[in-house]
T-cell receptor, first 118, second 114 residues
Framework: AQTVTQSQPEMSVQEAETVTLSCTYDTSESDYYLFWYKQPPSRQMILVIRQEAYKQQNATENRFSVNFQKAAKSFSLKISDSQLGDAAMYFCAYRSASPTSGTYKYIFGTGTRLKVLA | ETGVTQTPRHLVMGMTNKKSLKCEQHLGHNAMYWYKQSAKKPLELMFVYNFKEQTENNSVPSRFSPECPNSSHLFLHLHTLQPEDSALYLC?????????????FGPGTRLTVT
């Protein structure tokens, strides 16, 4: 079975600085997808960035980028020029490329709470 | 309404009550999910429906009873809950087709069992 581990329960970053959130996963599959989701306080969980395992190039979305190391099964999220609105819980998630019983299952980590200091 | 909506947003119930949580998605997706989110624990997948058919029941106690009348609506019926069932219950949807990847989440229902 696949597992996702986020070893940093909480992180802090100064506004305008850069922070990296860690995520490792375990799987025997060769094809899969990885995600970072953001859950602001009392607000909806939204997708931040997605990485396809078959792509060597790291995904980027504006100030958000990932460092995907497939052999090491590592998938870290880098937030550049941190803003107060980036404060949230960040969840790393894994999804197989092939469905089971016609459905895709998502495996989530325990989350990292990011505080942004003004 | 757009995206995934959930009602109620907050619910307080006694252990002998019966209540229901509702989820509706306006995205045309065919898969819907119930998750339980507790502090310092990974999101726990509870149930998955694909085209209204339940495809996953993650060993959830029978005091939680899901219902999916169509691909847009999902309910979670609750009865004789325990205090440890207090948590944030999240609904999500996705398109269970190749080429579509991420889940879309609702805002959740904060459940407190007294």
């Amino acid at each position: 079975a696949q597992t996702v581990t986020q070893s940093q329960p909480e992180m802090s970053v100064q506004e305008a600085e850069t922070v990296t959130l860690s995520c490792t996963y375990d799987t025997s599959e060769s094809d899969y997808y990885l995600f970072w989701y953001k859950q602001p306080p009392s607000r909806q969980m939204i997708l931040v960035i997605r990485q396809e395992a078959y792509k060597q190039q790291n995904a980027t979305e504006n100030r958000f980028s990932v460092n995907f190391q497939k052999a090491a099964k590592s998938f870290s999220l880098k937030i550049s020029d941190s803003q107060l609105g980036d404060a949230a819980m960040y969840f790393c998630a894994y999804r197989s490329a092939s469905p089971t019983s016609g459905t895709y299952k998502y495996i989530f980590g325990t989350g990292t709470r990011l505080k942004v200091l003004a | 309404e757009t995206g995934v909506t959930q009602t109620p947003r907050h619910l307080v119930m006694g252990m002998t009550n019966k209540k229901s949580l509702k989820c509706e998605q306006h995205l045309g997706h065919n898969a819907m999910y119930w998750y339980k989110q507790s502090a310092k624990k990974p999101l726990e997948l509870m149930f998955v429906y694909n085209f209204k058919e339940q495809t996953e029941n993650n060993s959830v106690p029978s005091r939680f009873s899901p219902e999916c009348p169509n691909s847009s609506h999902l309910f979670l019926h609750l009865h004789t809950l325990q205090p440890e069932d207090s948590a944030l219950y999240l609904c999500a949807s996705s398109q269970a087709l190749a080429g579509y990847y991420e889940q879309y989440f609702g805002p959740g229902t904060r459940l407190t069992v007294t």
